[in-house]
């Protein structure tokens, strides 16, 4: 199985700032198997990217993601208020999808 | 528009089986490569995925529950049940379905139920 591991655990930053969350797997994989969610107190997780770097319905241009093998990146440009949240990345891989732990995106 | 909803019992004893039903509207688990997949969350704690069932009837399990979990699917109700024998206390989570479009390299959830909490308790 594909572990995913996500650092930093919790970031602290103001809005304006710009957020780089990390998502490294185990093996390698493959890039158009790469998603990443974004998660609210109290909330289903919602799609933000799919395929490491395409932006899914809805979600602002200022969310991008990129890499590739077993480094990827999900950068907020400037975080808005609406940003803090919890984010995760997920990956397909040998029939079966695995999650990280989430990196937690707070108010500094 | 996509929707899904969860459905189930909030508490269920340790040792017995949990049974969970998605509910969806605006799709068709008839479609080639769409999937229905439920992932859980424990309170306060990650993701974790659990099943998945395709428009074809194959399914794939979680290596780690697998001798644990069934999926099924009633097309003609739009519904996935899933089935969790020998539940723990350990095993109190969110459990949220969710769905898996068709399409070359789509492996992802793009829409996901409500969620509905189940609670493992004497």
């Known amino acids: 199985e594909i572990v995913l591991t996500q650092s930093p655990g919790t970031l602290s930053l103001s809005p304006g700032e710009r957020a780089t969350l990390s998502c490294r797997t185990s093996?390698?994989?493959?890039?158009?198997?790469l998603a990443w969610y974004q998660q609210k107190p109290g909330q289903a997780p919602r799609l933000l990217i799919y395929g490491a770097s395409s932006r899914a319905t809805g979600t602002p241009d200022r969310f991008s993601g990129s890499g590739s093998g077993t480094d990827f990146t999900l950068t907020i440009s400037r975080l808005e208020p609406e940003d803090f949240a919890v984010y995760y990345c997920?990956?397909?891989?040998?029939?079966?999808?695995?999650f990280g732990q989430g990196t937690k995106v707070e108010i500094k | 528009q996509i929707t899904l909803k969860e459905s189930g019992p909030t508490l269920v004893k340790p040792t017995q089986t949990l049974t969970l039903t998605c509910t969806f509207s605006g799709f068709s688990l008839n479609t080639s490569g769409v999937g229905v997949g439920w992932i859980r969350q424990p309170p306060g704690k990650a993701l974790e995925w659990l099943a998945l069932i395709y428009w074809d009837d194959d399914k794939r399990y979680s290596p780690s529950l697998k001798s644990r979990l069934t999926i099924t699917k009633d097309t003609s109700e739009n519904q996935v049940v899933l089935t969790m024998t020998n539940m723990d206390p350990v095993d109190t989570a969110t459990y949220y379905c969710a769905h898996k479009s068709s399409g070359y390299f789509r492996y992802h959830f793009d829409y996901w139920g409500q969620g509905t909490l189940v609670t493992v308790s004497s």
């Open positions: 997920q990956q397909y891989g040998s029939s079966s999808w695995t």
């Open positions: 093996q390698s994989v493959g890039s158009s198997y």
